[in-house]
T-cell receptor
Framework: GDSVTQMEGPVTLSEEAFLTINCTYT??????LFWYVQYPGEGLQLLLK?????DKGSNKGFEATYRKETTSFHLEKGSVQVSDSAVYFC????????????FGQGTRLTINP | DAGVIQSPRHEVTEMGQEVTLRCKPI?????LFWYRQTMMRGLELLIY????????DSGMPEDRFSAKMPNASFSTLKIQPSEPRDSAVYFC???????????FGPGTRLTVT
């Protein structure tokens, strides 16, 4: 079945560092891809999405490009802030029925001032 | 506009007791999802509803778990009897139509002692 694999955390960076969180997927066909963020004590929020190959999703300085050839959707940010500390989830939507989301295991990010 | 509302936010109960978690989706959304989040297993989809009808409950762990959606503005997830391994954060999410974005509630942290 469909699956998502993220780089293991936790990831700890200093403020203004460059961030990359790797995400690869296995799916039949060409699913839509997402990054969700979970701040402490809150539910998940959609951060960005891409619905077809070579699309780039972006939001709040974060970017991710849908790479069909490498089945990847890596999350990047050029200069992180302390407020970016959270857990980040990569996900894909299956293409059948109600298009359920399949999540990766999550990557905990901590930014130190 | 109010987001997804879940209650209670925290629940502590003893093994063998019945637990009922509640969710109010965003008005106008017609798909509702129940997830469970644990450190060991990550984020798991338990069941989802479309137009108040359960579509896929393959993620429900066992018969002790049941979910209902009597109308478009309310859903419950019940565990009877509860066990310590049910301890987790339970999230409810809703979505409008077949768009991909799911909106998550803040979650209910369940502890079974």
């Amino acid at each position: 079945g469909d699956s998502v694999t993220q780089m293991e955390g936790p990831v700890t960076l200093s403020e203004e560092a460059f961030l990359t969180i790797n995400c690869t997927y296995t799916a039949t066909g060409y699913p839509s891809l997402f990054w969700y963020v979970q701040y402490p004590g809150e539910g998940l929020q959609l951060l960005l999405k891409a619905t077809k190959a070579d699309d780039k999703g972006s939001n709040k300085g974060f970017e991710a490009t849908y790479r069909k050839e490498t089945t990847s959707f890596h999350l990047e940010k050029g200069s992180v802030q302390v407020s970016d500390s959270a857990v980040y989830f990569c996900a894909l939507s299956d293409l059948q029925g109600a298009q359920k989301l399949v999540f990766g295991q999550g990557t905990r990010l901590t930014i130190n001032p | 506009d109010a987001g997804v509302i879940q209650s209670p936010r925290h629940e502590v109960t003893e093994m063998g007791q019945e637990v009922t978690l509640r969710c109010k989706p965003i008005s106008g959304h017609n798909s509702l999802f129940w997830y469970r989040q644990t450190m060991m297993r990550g984020l798991e989809l338990l069941i989802y509803f479309n137009n108040n009808v359960p579509i896929d409950d393959s993620g429900m762990p066992e018969d002790r778990f049941s979910a209902k959606m009597p109308n478009a503005s309310f859903s419950t997830l019940k565990i009877q009897p509860s066990e310590p391994r049910d301890s987790a954060v339970y999230f409810c999410a809703s979505r409008r139509g077949r768009t991909y974005e799911q909106y998550f509630g803040p979650g209910t942290r369940l502890t079974v002692t």
